[in-house]
């Protein structure tokens, strides 16, 4: 990677880290539909689509338990990097990752 | 003479700056006439020790790292205390304060960081300071001397140092810090509970998720902190260590390419071929780093490419430790753990010592130690070399000794061979020989039987595998697999009630002082014990205990029901079953004004309103709360509705006031958090038109009196009520299901409703303990004082604006499609 090449991606800031929860969530809503932002207890941030590849339920609405989260209606679990279930559920789709940066304690949601 | 030297000039005569000259110096001493800038007004000196210059424990001429000989020495001009302004690179010039300019031919930005200052009212006043360079040690210790209080923004290395140093100067000090735990970029929630600890001992108070509003003032100087919550905290000293920001204001001006740093590439070489950047100042690979250890790396590629060599610098991994005497912190790495991470933890709660070594793909990712680093350096060489630890995975976490003693050796025969004076159990400090000792003495054949008699495996339970290979070894075939009262989860050994009884005994009072006693396994719960836990410490310290939101399920987090298509259903309380029209009009009033497609009667006696945004859900709320209802808990592990028939009041058959008594069982009860959900019914007689004898807790009225029945359900199992006992009197039934559900409350485990907390512990056990009066009373007693503070409508909370966040988008909405 060069450093020195102009980034393609455009980034939105859509708030500060610390707005979102430890171990919790926040949603962003979109032209697409709504985007969760998570924040793990090790103060990691993820963002996903908010839809579960199951029958569509709200992550954000779930427990955030180490890097991944338990979805409120039906309890897959979804790993945050990737967006796919874990266990039993592997394999079965995903959500679809959006990119985020942090930026001086900023979030930046990327589009191209 | 022979040609003209190349001319080398440095602006910063920090840690990297002067490094670089070393390290240049170290492999051709001659090739360059160097300079250096230094806008301080002193030699070069080693700033991580500024901490214990300001704790008294060093003074600065022991942290001097090269003294004014050694510029002599080697024939380098020092411009100390002069501040290079302006760089000319098509010129190849920099400017200093007091018109000096100087010609390189190669150029050195070493200028390291700004501490942030936040843009607080106040921010200007005398006493506001940061901690950076000698001037700050010598402003706080100026300060100290005065003594008072100091108040110090920013719980990271830098804060909880200067607080400590300040303590030791004689002055009180609190930490404020936004996170809700210290260091959070280093430690993760168990060690920075630990830290806590540690520092209160010390007298550094700390103040967690704190948003600091203004900074007071009085004659020009700060008076103290408010707080966005209006707590106000006196103070005669701030100390801001919220950050630091790469000095980037030259090389921007100078039309050198930066980001957060000035950009380089891995030969350290900015966007202008002849201008290099090191240090803090730096970005690598997108990474400004603020420690010292990459600086050594990025000085040594330096030195290698300024005397025409091939090197690379690559990125560095990190690690960090805590300059607090006494107090033994260490992190590298992904501490935190992750998915498609293992951890392995070990707590010592005896010694406070807490230990988490990650592992990834068989090798080590990270680690946190608290209480005993000594291990610390190994972690990180074997991260740092990638080792395969696969093999060592078992005793991994006792550390490097433990380790290696046992190395390569099948674990078997590795145990056969420990002398008997090796320590197996650390927590309890029993060696090898006590433990067999034991078995053959006493003749123990359980794991059990070793925890009572020796203590071994008794605490954490790491050595369990040890003391069972013990166990094999000295008794052949006669060793019996343990089977012990069921986990928590698999975050522990210990049983539900072994839980309770040791957060009353030792007075427990958080999630991780729980976990910190009990010696979970994991670093912070998993989605089933967190809950558990939460709900443990709700019921032994009622009004003391601050809930824990993330520890709860969605449901409870935000007092109504998540539906399938994410949207949230809503019932409010109708106290026994009996509403008026004006709570029916501002029902209908509510389903119209908000849209909401579905009003449907529960089988609870009650109403629902599915379909509800959850966005919508405060407004809904406020509007129900004005016509006075309140949330009916239809979500809640809590008292949910109670039912009741018509009664004495219409009813033929009635006995009893069963409504009036419904509702005012409902009335005391509501808000109450249970192991389980909690329905009841009353019906006035034995018709039961209420179905009072398939709830958790039922009466049937009667002529001389009321029955009351427990451990009913109808739902996944259909199971009737068994009669718990009979009174006379309102009076007495009210007491007596007070008593009962204390006793549930307080000795049934998480999600046990109470017909299985009845089967576990037998109807006749549940009997003895209200019978006695005294016990009752006892039980009754101790439910009213946690209903004091249960009776507080979680909906008129949030109208207020608790927790805000949990309904409203992060961002407005965005009119774009995400990548
Ligand atoms: C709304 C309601 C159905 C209705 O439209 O009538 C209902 C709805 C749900 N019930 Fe129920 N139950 C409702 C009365 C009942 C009853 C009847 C009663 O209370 O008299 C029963 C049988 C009695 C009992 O509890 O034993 C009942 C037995 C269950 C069970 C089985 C419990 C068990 O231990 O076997 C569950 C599952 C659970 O709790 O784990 C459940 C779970 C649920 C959940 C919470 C499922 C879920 O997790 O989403 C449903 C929530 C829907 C929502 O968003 O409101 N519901 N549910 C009733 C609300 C009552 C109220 O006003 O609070
Ligand atoms: C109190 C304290 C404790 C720390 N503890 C640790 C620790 O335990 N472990 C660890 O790894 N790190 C620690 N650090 C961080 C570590 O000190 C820094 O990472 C390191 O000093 C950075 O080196 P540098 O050369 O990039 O910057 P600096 O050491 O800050 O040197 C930059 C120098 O450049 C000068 N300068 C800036 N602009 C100009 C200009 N225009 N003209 C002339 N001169 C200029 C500055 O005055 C400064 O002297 C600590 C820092 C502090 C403040
Ligand atoms: S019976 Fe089943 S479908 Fe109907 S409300 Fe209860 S849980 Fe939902
Ligand atoms: S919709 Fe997520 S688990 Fe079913």
Redesign the interface.
């Known amino acids: 990677?060069?450093?020195?090449v102009k980034d393609p991606?455009t980034w939105?800031d859509?708030?500060a880290v610390?707005?979102?929860?430890?171990?919790?969530a926040?949603?962003?809503?979109?032209?697409?539909g709504?985007?969760a932002?998570f924040r793990?207890?090790?103060?990691?941030v993820f963002?996903l689509?908010d839809k579960c590849p199951h029958?569509?339920?709200?992550l954000s609405?779930?427990?955030?338990?180490?890097?991944?989260v338990?979805c409120?209606?039906h309890n897959w679990s979804i790993?945050?990097?990737t967006g796919e279930p874990?266990g039993a559920d592997r394999g079965k789709g995903c959500a679809p990752v959006?990119?985020l940066e942090v930026?001086?304690g900023r979030?930046l949601?990327?589009?191209? | 003479m022979s040609q003209p030297k190349e001319r080398l000039v440095v602006i910063g005569n920090g840690m990297a700056g002067c490094r670089a000259i070393e390290e240049v110096l170290k492999r051709d001493p001659t090739r360059y006439d160097i300079t250096v800038f230094g806008a301080e007004p002193r030699v070069n000196y080693n700033r991580i020790m500024l901490s214990p210059v300001l704790a008294g424990e060093k003074t600065f001429d022991e942290i001097v790292i090269n003294d004014v000989a050694w510029y002599a020495d080697n024939g380098i001009t020092l411009h100390s205390g002069r501040k290079v302004i302006a760089i000319d690179p098509a010129a190849k010039l920099v400017e200093a304060e007091g018109g000096l300019s100087v010609a390189y031919d190669r150029l050195i930005l070493a200028c390291g960081s700004d501490p942030v200052r936040l843009p607080l009212p106040g921010a200007d006043l005398e006493g506001v300071v940061t901690f950076r360079d000698l001037d700050d040690v010598e402003a706080m210790v100026a300060a100290a001397e005065r003594g008072g209080r100091a108040i110090v923004i920013g719980g990271g290395l830098l804060g909880l140092e200067a607080a400590y140093g300040l303590v030791r100067r004689g002055m009180a000090a609190t930490v404020i810090h936004l996170m809700d735990v210290l260091m959070e970029r280093q430690l993760d929630e168990s060690a920075g509970f630990l830290l806590r600890e540690a520092l209160a001992e010390r007298g550094v108070e700390t103040v967690l998720g704190a948003h600091s509003e203004a900074i007071l003032g009085e004659n020009g100087r700060v008076a103290g902190l408010k707080l966005k919550d209006g707590t106000v905290i006196p103070g005669d000293i701030l100390v801001m260590a919220v950050g630091i920001r790469p000095a980037t204001g030259l090389a921007n001006a100078a039309g050198i390419v930066c980001g957060r740093g000035v950009v380089v590439d891995d030969q350290m070489r900015t966007s202008d071929p002849a201008i290099f950047a090191i240090g803090e100042c730096a970005e690598h690979r997108g990474v400004a780093y603020g420690l010292v250890a990459p600086i050594w790396d990025m000085c040594r590629t330096l030195g290698e490419v300024l005397t025409g060599a091939d090197a690379a610098y690559e990125g560095s991994l990190l690690q960090t430790r805590l300059k607090v005497s006494g107090v033994d912190v260490f992190s590298a790495g992904k501490f935190g753990g992750g998915e498609g991470c293992e951890d392995v933890v070990f707590r010592d709660a005896g010694r406070g010592v807490y230990k988490r070594v990650v592992i990834e793909d068989g090798k080590v990712a990270g680690a946190v130690l608290f209480g005993d680093a000594a291990d610390g350096g190994w972690y990180f060489d074997l991260m740092r070399t990638g080792a395969d630890v696969a093999e060592l995975r078992d005793t991994l976490i006792f550390g490097q000794a433990i380790t290696e003693a046992l190395r390569g050796v099948d674990p078997r025969s590795a145990v056969a061979a420990m002398p008997d004076s090796q320590e197996v159990c650390g927590c309890n400090g029993v060696c090898k020989g006590a433990i067999t000792g034991a078995i053959t003495e006493l003749n123990l054949t359980t794991l059990d039987g070793v925890r009572a008699h020796t203590k071994a495996s008794a605490s954490c339970g790491s050595c369990t595998p040890l003391v069972e290979q013990l166990l094999q070894l000295t008794l052949g075939d006669g060793f019996e697999v343990q089977t012990g009262p069921k986990p928590v989860c698999a975050c522990t050994q210990h049983g539900h009630d072994e839980v309770r009884k040791r957060i009353l005994a030792e007075s427990l009072k958080s999630l991780p002082a729980v976990m910190q006693a009990l010696e979970w396994h994991s670093p912070d719960g998993c989605s089933s014990c967190r809950p558990a836990l939460n709900y443990y410490l709700l019921c032994a310290w009622p009004g003391d205990y601050r809930d824990d939101k993330q520890s709860r399920f969605i449901n409870e987090r935000v007092h109504a029901n998540i539906q399938k298509d994410g949207t949230y259903s809503v019932v409010p309380r109708m106290w026994g079953g009996v509403t008026t029209p004006n709570e029916l009009r501002a029902i209908a009033d509510v389903a119209d004004k908000f849209q909401i497609p579905t009003v449907k009667v529960t089988g609870g006696q009650r109403i629902d309103l599915l379909g509800v945004k959850k966005d919508d859900l405060p407004a809904v709320w406020a509007d129900l709360n004005a016509a006075g209802m309140v949330s009916g808990h239809a979500y809640a592990k809590g008292l949910r509705t109670v039912k009741t028939c018509v009664g004495s009041d219409w009813c033929r058959f009635g006995t009893q006031d069963s409504t009036g008594l419904g509702i005012r069982l409902e009335k005391f009860m509501w808000g109450s958090w249970t192991p389980a959900k909690v329905k009841l019914g009353v019906s006035g007689c034995p018709r039961n038109c209420a179905e009072a004898t398939c709830k958790d807790i039922g009466v049937i009225c009667v002529d001389s009196g009321y029955e009351i029945h427990i451990g009913g359900a109808a739902g996944l199992h259909i199971r009737g009520t068994e009669i718990l006992t009979r009174v006379a009197t309102e009076e007495e039934a009210v007491w007596t299901i007070c008593a009962v559900t204390q006793l549930y409350r307080e000795r049934g485990w998480y999600l046990e409703r109470i017909y299985k907390w009845m089967d576990r512990v037998g109807l006749a056990s549940i009997q003895a303990e209200i019978e006695d009066p005294e016990n009752r009373r006892a039980l009754h007693d101790r439910f009213a004082y946690s209903q004091r503070f249960s009776r507080i409508d979680p909906w008129a909370e949030r109208v207020a604006g608790r927790h805000a966040e949990e309904f409203n988008p992060l961002s407005r909405r965005l009119e774009f499609a995400p990548a």
């Open positions: 990677m060069n450093a020195l991606m939105t859509v708030g610390t707005d979102i929860p430890l171990r919790g926040r949603r962003v809503p979109s032209a697409q709504d985007i932002i793990t207890g090790d103060g990691k963002a689509m029958k569509g339920g709200p609405q779930g427990i955030v338990h180490g890097h991944a338990a409120p209606l790993e945050l990097a874990l959006v990119p930026r001086d979030l949601l990327g589009r191209t």
